[in-house]
T-cell receptor, first 115, second 109 residues
Framework: GAVVSQHPSWVICKSGTSVKIECRSL??????MFWYRQFPKQSLMLMAT?????????EQGVEKDKFLINHASLTLSTLTVTSAHPEDSSFYIC???????????FGPGTRLTVL | GQNIDQPTEMTATEGAIVQINCTYQ??????LFWYQQHAGEAPTFLSY??LDGLEEKGRFSSFLSRSKGYSYLLLKELQMKDSASYLC??????????WGAGTKLIIKP
């Protein structure tokens, strides 16, 4: 199947700093990418949907000024957690959907710990 | 509202067969995914069904009945490594994924 990569795989940062997470579709073009967060023992929670070349659509309750999403190309989307706080510590996972909508592949996830 | 139901937890024996059910009520339907997720890892794609019937892929099979709003994932010849959470997700009319809470499958020797 198609491959989606994420970088970094884990990051530890101090409270107040910003962290950027990259999501790349390595062997296919992803017109749509999704960003999720997952707290321990909980289901995936969709944060935002990102379409190439347009602004991301955020789910209710997700602060768009705090979680900046850029989908600059058909193979790259970035999530920047600005002014991170300990409660932002979570597992952030991206996924990319193929053009014909019949498959959606996940990146390996990024574990963020904010001290 | 939109709703996906699947059992919270199931237990099965190594070598046996287990069926994980998923029922859904969504605004429109454009397919159903099954994913496997091991603890601390991202979900892994298992199957996609958009037409009624059974899709077989090795030890895993997935079934869909659109009229009943029902799907199941069938795992045969269970192995210890199959211990994981299994997530059912439906693509709605806006092509958004609606997620179930996942079924934690525990395999015992």
């Amino acid at each position: 199947g198609a491959v989606v990569s994420q970088h970094p795989s884990w990051v530890i940062c101090k409270s107040g700093t910003s962290v950027k997470i990259e999501c790349r579709s390595l062997d296919f073009q992803a017109t749509t990418m999704f960003w999720y967060r997952q707290f321990p023992k909980q289901s995936l929670m969709l944060m935002a949907t990102s379409n190439e070349g347009s602004k991301a659509t955020y789910e209710q309750g997700v602060e768009k000024d705090k979680f900046l999403i850029n989908h600059a190309s058909l193979t790259l989307s970035t999530l920047t957690v600005t002014s991170a706080h300990p409660e932002d510590s979570s597992f952030y996972i991206c996924s990319a959907r193929t053009r014909d909508y019949n498959e959606q592949f996940f990146g390996p996830g990024t574990r963020l710990t904010v001290l | 509202g939109q709703n996906i139901d699947q059992p919270t937890e199931m237990t099965a024996t190594e070598g046996a067969i287990v069926q994980i059910n998923c029922t859904y009520q969504t605004s429109g339907f454009n397919g159903l995914f099954w994913y496997q997720q091991h603890a601390g890892e991202a979900p892994t794609f298992l199957s996609y069904n958009v037409l009624d019937g059974l899709e077989e892929k090795g030890r895993f099979s997935s079934f869909l009945s659109r009229s009943k709003g029902y799907s199941y994932l069938l795992l045969k010849e269970l192995q210890m490594k199959d211990s994981a959470s299994y997530l059912c997700a439906v693509v709605d009319s806006n092509y958004q994924l609606i997620w179930g809470a996942g079924t934690k499958l525990i395999i015992k020797p």
